[in-house]
């Protein structure tokens, strides 16, 4: 069973920074690319990054290009997401997902960006 625990999350300034983590379980997780998706208050899903398997490549949305950096230990089965220069709009719950899988999420971590 796949099994996905993000934390990190936490209440920031505008400017801060946070650093989310993802644990993954119940698949090979070096054999998939991993995916860090959000969701704002009301609004639905929306992709933020992806790493290749081996995690040598990334993307990234726009709206978090040059400040947002994903990375992965597959030693360790852990996905990590780095926020910096955090925004109020960055605000929303973060979620890793196996792939493509939407559904694989776990419970999501909580990032509130306020002054």
């Known amino acids: 069973e796949v099994q996905l625990v993000e934390s990190g999350g936490g209440l920031v300034q505008p400017g801060g920074s946070l650093r989310l983590s993802c644990a993954a379980s119940g698949f090979t997780f070096d054999l998939y690319p991993m995916t860090w998706v959000r969701q704002a208050p009301g609004k639905g899903l929306e992709w933020v990054s992806r790493?290749?398997?081996?995690?040598?490549?990334?993307w990234y949305a726009d709206p978090v290009k040059g400040r947002f950096t994903t990375s992965r230990d597959n030693a360790k089965n852990m996905l990590s997401l780095q926020l910096n220069s955090l925004k109020t709009e960055d605000t929303a719950m973060y979620y890793c997902?196996?792939?493509?899988?939407?559904?694989?999420r776990g419970q999501g971590t909580q990032v509130t960006v306020s002054s």
């Open positions: 997902v196996k792939g493509d899988d939407n559904d694989s």
């Open positions: 790493i290749n398997s081996g995690g040598g490549t990334t």
